[in-house]
């Protein structure tokens, strides 16, 4: 049971600062340090409460994100929704949000997130 408390609180730590730190590269090797865990053994807890990877779940919370960016913040370009997402890039957003929604970002702001 204590074992098992432990992990869960790892995994929601995690959680948190990912959620927390979805605007900044996510360095997991420091994360592990600070959790006090194997970047190994973090990866697999991970894995075992929330059924994906850390690099899958960083994807998805910053695609999420910017999707919802795209339709709120109708004054910011493609390149700063990138940026609040975490993004280095504006090609290597527009090529990972066009592989999750079929679609570039600017046809999601043009009203192409009813289609979905």
């Not at 959790?35 to 059924?51: G, P, T, W, Y």
């Not at 695609?63 to 795209?70: E, G, H, I």
């Amino acid at each position: 049971k204590d074992t098992l408390q432990k992990r869960n609180k790892i995994a929601n730590d995690i959680m948190y600062y990912i959620y927390t730190h979805i605007d900044t590269n996510i360095d997991i090797e420091e994360l592990s340090i600070d959790l006090n865990v194997s970047k190994f053994h973090m990866h697999r807890i991970f894995k075992d409460a929330f059924e994906k990877n850390i690099y899958e779940c960083i994807k998805s919370i910053r695609l999420q994100k910017a999707s919802n960016l795209l339709i709120t913040n109708k004054y910011s370009t493609i390149s700063d929704i990138a940026n609040m997402c975490g993004y280095s890039s504006q090609s290597s957003f527009i090529k990972s949000f066009k592989d999750r929604f079929e679609m570039t970002p600017k046809k999601w702001r043009n009203n192409g997130y009813k289609g979905n």
